[in-house]
T-cell receptor
Framework: DVKVTQSSRYLVKRTGEKVFLECVQDMDHENMFWYRQDPGLGLRLIYFSYDVKMKEKGDIPEGYSVSREKKERFSLILESASTNQTSMYLC????????????FGQGTRLTVV | GDSVTQMEGPVTLSEEAFLTINCTYTATGYPSLFWYVQYPGEGLQLLLKATKADDKGSNKGFEATYRKETTSFHLEKGSVQVSDSAVYFC????????????FGRGTSLIVHP
């Protein structure tokens, strides 16, 4: 079974802190994604990566950056956390191909106080 | 750009009732279509998919048929159970060489005993 693992289920951080969310997948997928999920807004794409060291902005990249130094690991960084970044963060991965589905981690519920 | 529109929830049903959740899409080319389910406190997982027109995806009693002429992929189940209570997301990918999934906003299903 494909497994996508996010390092934390719950995080509480203070405004202004630098926050790292880690995601690891174990099936050699080329593509990795970070979404945030908010009530009434569904899933919004923050960043994605097609390969090691490659990254592309999604729909809402402001206030975030990412790092992909190894194929299996994709990190989301909040440079200076703000209260409006309180949300559920979901990591996903997929193979490259027309018919492939995304595999998701369990999610990280981040609260910024 | 590509988009997915789902009926707004919550959908509230009694156990053994018939379920329909509507999904329509706008896309260039011929996307693959997916339904994902998110149980409380978890990430998304694939429920079913269809990769070409008139294909029917099915899993766990749920079905959806890829209707190119109406650009729809409605989810149905003949008899829901309390354990089906979750949020359901319609999604597409594979248009224009992009493998980035595009999600609907999700529909919450609540099934009462």
């Amino acid at each position: 079974d494909v497994k996508v693992t996010q390092s934390s289920r719950y995080l509480v951080k203070r405004t202004g802190e630098k926050v790292f969310l880690e995601c690891v997948q174990d099936m050699d997928h080329e593509n990795m994604f970070w979404y945030r999920q908010d009530p009434g807004l569904g899933l919004r794409l923050i960043y994605f990566s097609y390969d090691v060291k490659m990254k592309e902005k999604g729909d809402i990249p402001e206030g975030y950056s990412v790092s992909r130094e190894k194929k299996e690991r994709f990190s989301l960084i909040l440079e200076s956390a703000s209260t409006n970044q309180t949300s559920m963060y979901l990591c996903a991965s997929s193979l490259t191909g027309d018919n492939t589905e995304a595999f998701f981690g369990q999610g990280t519920r981040l609260t910024v106080v | 750009g590509d988009s997915v529109t789902q009926m707004e929830g919550p959908v509230t049903l009694s156990e053994e009732a018939f379920l329909t959740i509507n999904c329509t899409y706008t896309a260039t080319g011929y996307p693959s279509l997916f339904w994902y389910v998110q149980y409380p406190g978890e990430g998304l997982q694939l429920l079913l998919k269809a990769t070409k027109a008139d294909d029917k995806g099915s899993n766990k009693g749920f079905e959806a048929t890829y209707r190119k002429e109406t650009t729809s992929f409605h989810l149905e189940k003949g008899s829901v159970q309390v354990s089906d209570s979750a949020v359901y997301f319609c999604a597409l990918s594979g248009t224009g060489g992009s493998y980035i999934p595009t999600f609907g906003r999700g529909t919450s299903l609540i099934v009462h005993p």
